[in-house]
T-cell receptor, first 112, second 114 residues
Framework: GEDVEQSLFLSVREGDSSVINCTYT??????LYWYKQEPGAGLQLLTY?????DMKQDQRLTVLLNKKDKHLSLRIADTQTGDSAIYFC????????????FGKGTHLIIQP | DAGVIQSPRHEVTEMGQEVTLRCKPI?????LFWYRQTMMRGLELLIY????????DSGMPEDRFSAKMPNASFSTLKIQPSEPRDSAVYFC????????????FGSGTRLTVV
């Protein structure tokens, strides 16, 4: 079955880089996504990567994909207090037509 | 576009009462998804629709849960009768299809059943 695993918490100092890791099981996933959820809000799409890519960079965000190991990571450079949130990894099981399967989310905690 | 609109934002109800959650997807999106979020289970897909037709409701926890999409701009999720263990945040999301756009989520309805 499909499963997406993430660490529950990550604590970093302000200004450092944050690296949030995710493993998934569905090798047929076409797209993999990172969503951000701030307190009391819905999920906001941060970025995505197509399964035939190894890396994607978007300003302070870098996504790395190791398809062989089914490992996805999100790096946030120069982490700011506004980055404090829950970050969800998701895969489009069944090519996306069957809905996204989400990990349980990683709480990113920023230390001053 | 105002995004995916859910109502109400908060709902507190007594056990045994009927609860109806509402969702207005983004205009032009042909897929609609209902998710439930709890601390224990994270985000669970309950049901999704393509072109107003329910495709997979295997995530609906019990017969007490039902969902409808009478037209392209409106969907409801109903719980009857509600139970305390139904307390969660319920999210609606819509999509124009798989791929680069992902899904757009509403702000959610926080349901508390006492």
């Amino acid at each position: 079955g499909e499963d997406v695993e993430q660490s529950l918490f990550l604590s970093v100092r302000e200004g450092d880089s944050s690296v949030i890791n995710c493993t998934y099981t569905d090798s047929s996933s076409t797209y993999l996504y990172w969503y951000k959820q701030e307190p009391g809000a819905g999920l906001q799409l941060l970025t995505y990567i197509f399964s035939n890519m190894d890396m994607k960079q978007d300003q302070r965000l870098t996504v790395l994909l190791n398809k062989k190991d089914k490992h996805l990571s999100l790096r946030i450079a120069d982490t700011q207090t506004g980055d404090s949130a829950i970050y969800f990894c998701a895969e489009d099981s069944g090519g996306g037509a069957d809905g996204l399967t989400f990990g349980k989310g990683t709480h990113l905690i920023i230390q001053p | 576009d105002a995004g995916v609109i859910q109502s109400p934002r908060h709902e507190v109800t007594e056990m045994g009462q009927e609860v109806t959650l509402r969702c207005k997807p983004i205009s032009g999106h042909n897929s609609l998804f209902w998710y439930r979020q709890t601390m224990m289970r994270g985000l669970e897909l309950l049901i999704y629709f393509n072109n107003n037709v329910p495709i997979d409701d295997s995530g609906m926890p019990e017969d007490r849960f039902s969902a409808k999409m009478p037209n392209a701009s409106f969907s409801t999720l109903k719980i009857q009768p509600s139970e305390p263990r139904d307390s969660a945040v319920y999210f609606c999301a819509s999509s124009s299809g798989p791929g680069i756009y992902g899904y757009t989520f509403g702000s959610g309805t926080r349901l508390t059943v006492v």
